[in-house]
């Protein structure tokens, strides 16, 4: 990465990072999450003047739970729901939240691991959470 | 505010020939650079298996031992790749399209 | 007053692809506006875990069918930057043509959707013969009408000869008078001011916060463009983005009609400026490294974030689609909308679901 510049964040920091993004007028570009052996690897990139500045965050593969940042970026929500219903990365605090009807995927988690990926639809009691694939609208909790 | 900006338009189309063709009774001229179909030429071919192995999709087939070569149309996205890695040239794309496939089975050659 | 929810989508005349929206109305007005999308998952990044990221360029361009051409472009320009290859000038040069030729289209495309869509149908069709003569010259030159498959990693698969490039630059001065007859209607007709001026209006600091890119964010007064970053041939051609700052539907609709104009002069100063040579290297090796790569598509700026660990599969393979951007912009100015404005809104950001879901 040469034109990039990555800035290593923990999670404990992370929503007062992205504040100052926010302060200093930062767009959020995008927010992607890597699938490694022992974690999730988060890339939050943002943009000012066409330059390019990014934030990333590793987090433990299993139990693993993210602070949301919508409440700072409205627009999150989609990539917040989206790396929930890929990853398996629950997501705490989301002003919108899909509860894994965003993506209609045949495997549950197709980017997490297969053992939790059960287990964790049982935490949020939607109708239509247990057969994702014929959940008819995504009954997404009231905006703000 | 322009009021009747398109009559301008559509009293030259309606003055000129047609844009479009009669399709099915007047086909359509395939363009020089266009990628139609993939025809398989039986002469040179030493059926090496590149052309399988390098196919996206996993449309070709191809068996040494009983000298077969054979395509799933269905699959072919005719992106001309096999064309490019072909050793013997026996691989071409043409330009017109060719029937359509209609059945999964492979045609063999 | 009672509120009533009124089902958008998944099937509806003015969307080509599936997407919903429960519209909660108070009488005409909306008040609100519950998304719900995913229908067409494809899992095309889980597939570079399959795939190897040489023929991966295929599945790129099948991404979304539009832009196809500019997502095969943007891959081959992420895995030339993990592999360090120096692509020759003469390739830069043809993706930039095509790129344009992809965007002409697609605003074309998109202009033809959106006449439909008010109800304008000789508009609709005057729209798409133009695109008809732009799509010939695609076919003719790379051999796709909308997969053009023409690119690859280290350059491009087809040159264009000198003859060729002469007649199509005839019959861009041919389109070019086909354009301005067409956006003529579009940018003074009153019956099309009246479907669109005033709708729908995003204001310059909502458009940046909430994360717009492409025509959105332009036609909010944001001049973003990111060609500017000199990727392929724009190192040699400056390109000055095109801003409204009304920000109301009909700007979203003016700054697409003057980018057809504008992709049309950067094809020009393209074949005028273009170096012989080679068109492509021979690439060795697998990838090892990480990289984020934007350019600017038809709909806006596509950033592809690509991981390589030295093996042919490529790590992480993640896009985010213009559209995924645009959605959250949607879906706030759509709340204070007549019902019957809905179509024109959910049109004006250009929506691709397939590019939006991958």
């Not at chain 2, 099915?24 to 298996?49: H, I, M, W």
């Not at chain 3, 998109?110 to 076919?139: P, T």
């Not at chain 3, 940046?208 to 041939?233: E, F, I, K, N, T």
């Not at chain 3, 040699?236 to 697409?256: F, K, L, W």
Request: charged fraction near 25%.
């Amino acid at each position: 990465m040469s034109q990039e510049q990555i800035e290593l964040i923990t999670v404990d920091t992370l929503l007062d990072k992205v504040r100052a993004k926010r302060e200093q007028g930062h767009r959020l570009v995008q927010m992607s999450a890597t699938r490694l052996p022992d974690q999730v690897e988060l890339t939050y990139s943002f943009d000012l003047n066409s330059r390019l500045t990014n934030l990333r965050l590793s987090l433990p593969a299993v139990e693993t739970r993210l602070p949301s940042i919508s409440s700072i970026y409205d627009c999150a929500i989609l990539y917040e729901n989206e790396i929930h219903d890929l990853f398996n990365v629950k997501v705490d605090g989301l002003t919108v939240d899909f509860h894994g009807n965003f993506y209609k995927t045949a495997i549950k988690f197709p980017f997490g691991s297969t053992k939790v990926a059960c287990a964790s639809s049982a935490t949020t009691p939607v109708s239509g959470t247990a057969s994702c694939a014929t959940a008819p609208a995504a009954n997404p909790g009231a905006t703000k | 505010m322009g009021y009747f900006e398109m009559s301008k338009l559509a009293l030259k189309w309606a003055l000129t020939k047609p844009p479009t063709t009669r399709y099915p009774f007047e086909p359509r001229k395939a363009l020089a650079g266009s990628r139609g179909q993939l025809v398989f030429t039986k002469d040179n071919c030493v059926y090496c298996n590149i052309c399988a192995k390098k196919c996206p999709t996993g449309a070709l087939l191809v068996n040494r031992a009983q000298k077969k070569w054979a395509i799933d149309r269905l699959r072919c996205i005719t992106c001309g790749y096999c064309v490019e890695v072909c050793p013997k040239k026996s691989l071409e794309m043409t330009t017109s399209h060719g029937s359509p496939a209609v059945t999964r089975d492979r045609e063999f050659h | 007053m009672p509120r009533t929810v009124i089902p958008f989508g998944p099937q509806h005349p003015v969307l080509p692809e599936p997407i919903h929206l429960d519209l909660v109305v108070e009488d005409e007005k909306v008040i609100e506006a519950r998304p719900s999308i995913g229908f067409i998952h494809r899992g095309l990044e889980k597939l570079a875990e399959t795939k190897d990221y040489v023929e991966f360029v295929y599945v790129a361009e099948r991404i979304c069918g539009i832009c196809s051409f500019i997502h095969g472009q943007t891959y081959c320009q992420a895995i030339e930057t993990i592999m360090n290859v120096q692509v020759p000038p003469r390739a830069l040069y043809l993706r930039t043509v095509w790129g344009e030729l992809s965007r002409i289209h697609s605003h074309l495309l998109w202009l033809g959707l959106m006449a439909d869509g008010m109800g304008f149908e000789s508009l609709f069709m005057h729209s798409w013969r133009v695109r008809e003569k732009v799509l010939n010259i695609i076919e003719a030159t790379t051999g796709g009408r909308v997969i053009f498959g023409s690119c690859k990693i280290g350059g491009v698969r087809r040159d264009i000869n000198a003859e060729t490039i002469k007649t199509i630059l005839k019959d861009l001065d041919g389109i070019e008078q086909d354009l301005r007859d067409i956006t003529r209607v579009f940018l003074n007709d009153r019956s099309v001011k009246a479907r669109l001026c005033g709708i729908g209006v995003l204001s310059k600091q909502e458009a940046w916060d909430l994360g717009c890119v492409g025509p959105m964010l332009r036609a909010s007064g944001v001049a973003q463009d990111m060609r500017q970053q000199g990727y392929a041939a724009f190192k040699d051609i400056p390109v000055e983005p095109i801003t409204r700052t009304e920000g109301d539907s009909y700007a979203r609709c003016a700054v697409r009609c003057e980018e057809l104009f504008q992709s049309v002069q950067i094809i020009r100063q393209a074949f005028a400026k273009i170096p012989d040579g080679e068109i492509a290297v021979k690439v060795t090796g697998n990838p090892t490294g990480e990289t984020i790569t934007r350019t600017e598509q038809p709909r806006g700026e596509v950033v592809y974030h690509l991981k390589a660990n030295g093996t042919k599969n490529l790590q992480r393979f993640r896009v985010r689609t213009p559209t995924f951007a645009n959605l959250p912009a949607m879906l706030k100015v759509l709340p204070g909308c007549d019902l019957a404005d809905v179509p024109m809104i959910v049109l004006t950001i250009d929506p691709c679901i397939s590019c939006t879901e991958r």
